[in-house]
């Protein structure tokens, strides 16, 4: 099975320069807990809802003068969209993240892959082993 028939498809980038505030709603409006950063046709990097809490909630900084580029995490890891989904499991096992941003052969980003999606179309089993180790450092 290929990443791009499990991944989550028509996934927008947001500016670095998009207000925390802003991420939020989007994140609520969505029902997403990621959304990556773009700059100059790249992707640069990923702020998640737990970026926001541990890099700007709990630091007490104000929010209303945050941006995206504050508190993402740049040196994004990512996959491709023609890669064996077993190959990108690997990688979020190795990395410990919960999501790969999924780019095509054009270096364009076409998807997201989450741990949802490997649950919805992956065995049981497997997914599992895989949210086990990915979740392995969050304990």
């Known amino acids: 099975m290929k990443v791009k028939d499990v991944m989550h498809e028509g996934v927008e980038w947001v500016e670095p320069n998009t207000s925390i505030s802003n991420l939020a709603v989007m994140m609520k409006k969505e029902d997403i807990g990621a959304v990556p950063i773009g700059e100059n046709d790249k992707l640069i990097g990923m702020v998640t809802d737990r970026d926001i809490t541990v890099r700007a909630v709990a630091n007490g900084d104000d929010m209303s003068k945050l941006t995206a580029r504050d508190v993402m995490t740049s040196g994004i890891i990512y996959c491709r969209d023609n890669e064996e989904l077993a190959d990108a499991l690997r990688i979020m096992e190795n990395k410990r993240v ?42």
Not at 127 to 137: F, M, R, W
């Open 98 to 139: 919960r999501r790969l941003p999924v780019i095509n052969e054009d270096k364009r980003m076409v998807g997201i892959l989450s741990i949802g999606d490997i649950a919805d179309a992956a065995s049981h089993e497997l997914s599992g082993e895989v949210i086990a180790a990915v979740s392995a450092h969050h304990a």
